[in-house]
């Protein structure tokens, strides 16, 4: 089943047992679409800063028809964040060769590998205050579910 996020998710803020809404994106059996779907974070951790990925998952537990509450037990939707290798190469090859080419021009060769030396430093600092990596998942996202169980959901009386 697809449900659609009523607010956003990120590994800043939520945590592992935080609860969160959704609404039913297509109809699914006699659950109509824009049915209310209750899930809770299972897991949220946010990258380290120079290695690492950040992720997120997400589980639903219940649903709401016609004023009765479902309990439901369904897979996982997750989330990971990209690793950091090329942010990292960047600033500590480029504060590198930044810091050659400065070294270089000040004081020859041996000023070139001095300058590489402490720009490499500089990138390497540069990519650990940087470094975290978060998972956000906007309002509005669609997110796929699957039902481990069955679920006995009671037909509506008629004239109801």
Not at 2 to 23: K, W, Y
Not at 42 to 61: E, F, N, W
Not at 129 to 154: R, Y
Request: glycine share 16%; hydrophobic share 40%.
């Amino acid at each position: 089943m697809r449900v659609r996020l009523v607010q956003s998710l990120h590994t800043e803020r939520n945590n592992a047992g935080d609860r969160f809404e959704a609404t039913l994106a297509s109809p699914v059996a006699v659950i109509p679409a824009g049915a209310t779907f209750h899930g809770h974070v299972v897991s949220a951790d946010s990258s380290g800063r120079l290695k690492g990925r950040g992720h997120m998952s997400l589980t639903l537990d219940s649903f709401e028809l016609n004023g009765k509450t479902y309990a439901i037990q369904t897979s996982t939707s997750s989330r990971v964040t990209g690793d950091h290798k090329k942010r990292n190469l960047a600033l500590i090859g480029g504060g590198s060769g930044v810091g050659a080419l400065i070294g270089g021009l000040a004081g020859g060769g041996k000023g070139a590998l001095i300058g590489a030396g402490a720009g490499a430093a500089a990138g390497t600092g540069g990519a650990a205050l940087t470094g975290k990596k978060h998972v956000h998942i906007p309002s509005e996202t669609v997110l796929s579910f699957t039902l481990k169980a069955p679920v006995q959901v009671t037909a509506r009386p008629a004239g109801s």
